[in-house]
């Protein structure tokens, strides 16, 4: 079962994205009540998503103390094609390592190769797993332009 409702254009778009889309920004609340945005690779496996942090971060921290987060994804540069989803994140020390994730080692080779490591030392650097569960998807796909934009959300 998707995220997105499956009969509508947009919902089968941003289920594509979800599978393909390389960056997403997930934003968590500091201490003091800050959203704070980062950009993270993610694997979705149509329940939730599946982002790898290095241990010292600030989003664990903000995660560990605060589970509402939201993550999206690049939209158009005009204002069409946004996917957010808000929901709750968790630390998930029961996940497998980055490497051992066929779907995310083949879906980030190119991004290991970028920066000059293996899917080993990648896992090794980026070793917290942080799951997130999506509450509420939101999506728009700009259809036809209108005097207010134009756009279709579901």
């Known amino acids: 079962m998707g995220?997105?409702?499956?009969?509508s254009r947009s919902g089968a778009a941003a289920e594509e994205r979800l599978q393909h889309d390389q960056i997403a920004w997930l934003t968590t609340v500091t201490p003091e009540g800050m959203p704070q945005s980062s950009p993270v690779w993610f694997i979705w496996d149509g329940e939730s998503f599946l982002v790898y942090s290095e241990p010292d971060k600030p989003k664990v921290r903000n995660i560990e103390g605060h589970a509402?987060?939201?993550?999206h994804l690049e939209g158009d540069r005009r204002g069409g094609d946004v996917v957010t989803m808000e929901?709750?994140?968790?630390i998930?020390?029961?996940?497998p390592s980055a490497e051992a994730v066929p779907a995310y080692v083949e879906k980030y080779r190119d991004?290991?190769?970028?920066?000059s490591?293996?899917?080993?030392?990648f896992a090794a650097a980026y070793s917290v797993p942080i799951r997130i569960r999506p509450s509420r998807p939101r999506a728009w796909l700009v259809s036809r332009p209108t005097e207010a934009g134009g756009g279709e959300e579901r």
């Not at 929901?87 to 968790?90: D, E, H, P, V």
């Not at 998930?92 to 996940?95: E, Q, V």
């Open 117 to 121: 490591m293996s899917a080993a030392k």
């Open 87 to 90: 929901g709750t994140a968790r």
């Open 68 to 71: 509402q987060v939201s993550l």
């Open 111 to 115: 991004g290991f190769e970028r920066l």
């Open 3 to 7: 995220l997105f409702k499956p009969n």
């Open 92 to 95: 998930d020390r029961g996940a």
